[in-house]
């Protein structure tokens, strides 16, 4: 029997979670080691095969190209590994973690048809709204709210645009126009605390003082609170979208468009091809989305 030649199988686990997670310290919190360890691993493992697999600043690391390529081997090997453990049977587990409104108002709907096209996938959504932590919690994509350039180590996929505006229950809306909807109690998501101030602005609208303002910890709640008649409350077309089509919801004067858009974070050093089709399919489902609707009224 031949004696496989391999290096060490810490520092090839070490280089494989840093190139999946994008960082020696996403690294470290899966590994449940210092990033300094992960680091000395990595280094060990250069020098065990004689090649230089990272280079850059601590905070912006690169790969060369022997470390591309060995990137992508053990990724498709750990893969393998994996599926051959006893219950991967179950299908690839894919972690999207993704804001609680979005996943619940837009990205679950429609996950049936990503689930139908990919049976050898089983996705799993974690409910976060901050910074995208690759490799905790074994998060493999990201759906965050973005513009500009992708941040280090990280790629971004825009898939979809946002516009705001405000929602209100069919019973509180009178019909007539101007300002007063606006005098009703005015509900806010504490995640978008400047929702109705960046609105009148974008709007050209004086904000009249309204006879109550009411804050929630999560979108959900403030639309429920909205369809149920609490007052009147400011939200992204994603999020009301099925509120409004279902009549629970109208939005008199439409809504605005934001810079961000709705974004599928990946770490960028190495691949993930079920996060890599996720993303595709989110641009395609993105490209399918219906745009926000005319005003049903101006704005006297």
């Known amino acids: 029997m031949v004696r496989r030649r391999l ?7 070490a280089f494989e979670t840093f190139a999946r997670a994008g960082s020696m310290v996403r690294a470290a919190d899966e590994l449940c080691v210092t990033h300094g360890a992960v680091s ?25 190209p022997a470390g591309r390529e060995l990137a992508a081997r053990l990724a498709a090997a750990f893969d393998q590994i994996a599926a051959g453990l006893p219950g ?3 299908g690839e587990e894919l972690v999207v973690s993704s804001p609680g409104t979005f996943a619940m108002k837009w990205l679950i709907p429609r996950l049936a048809g990503f689930i139908e096209a990919n049976p050898d996938i089983q996705v799993r959504i974690i409910e976060d709204g901050g910074a995208a932590e690759f490799g905790r919690g074994g998060i ?14 990280v790629t971004a996929t825009p898939f979809l645009g946002h516009a705001f505006g405000p929602v209100l229950s069919p019973g509180l809306f009178d019909g007539s ?11 806010q998501s504490e995640t978008f605390a400047e929702g ?31 369809a149920a008649g609490l007052g009147i409350a400011i939200t ?8 409004i089509e279902t009549g629970r ?11 961000t858009r709705f974004t599928c974070l990946r770490p960028a050093l190495a691949s993930h091809p079920a996060a890599d089709r996720f993303a595709r399919w989110l641009v395609a489902e993105g490209r399918r989305a219906k745009p926000p609707p005319a005003p049903l009224i101006p704005f006297a």
């Open 7 to 13: 290096p060490s199988l810490k520092g090839l686990q």
């Open 40 to 64: 000395r691993q990595i280094k060990a493992l250069e020098r065990q095969l004689g090649a230089k697999l990272v280079t850059g600043p601590r905070h912006d690391l690169t790969f060369t």
């Open 88 to 90: 991967a049977e179950a």
């Open 140 to 153: 493999q994509a990201a759906i965050r709210l973005h513009r500009g350039a992708a941040p280090p180590g």
């Open 177 to 187: 126009g101007g300002t007063g909807a606006l005098l009703l109690p005015r509900l």
């Open 196 to 226: 109705w101030a960046r609105w009148a602005v974008d709007a050209g609208v004086d904000l009249p003082r309204p006879s109550a303002e009411r804050s929630f910890e999560h979108n959900s709640y403030m639309l429920e609170a909205a």
């Open 236 to 243: 992204a077309w994603a999020f009301a979208q099925s509120d």
């Open 249 to 259: 919801l109208v939005a008199p004067w439409g809504f605005l468009p934001l810079t």
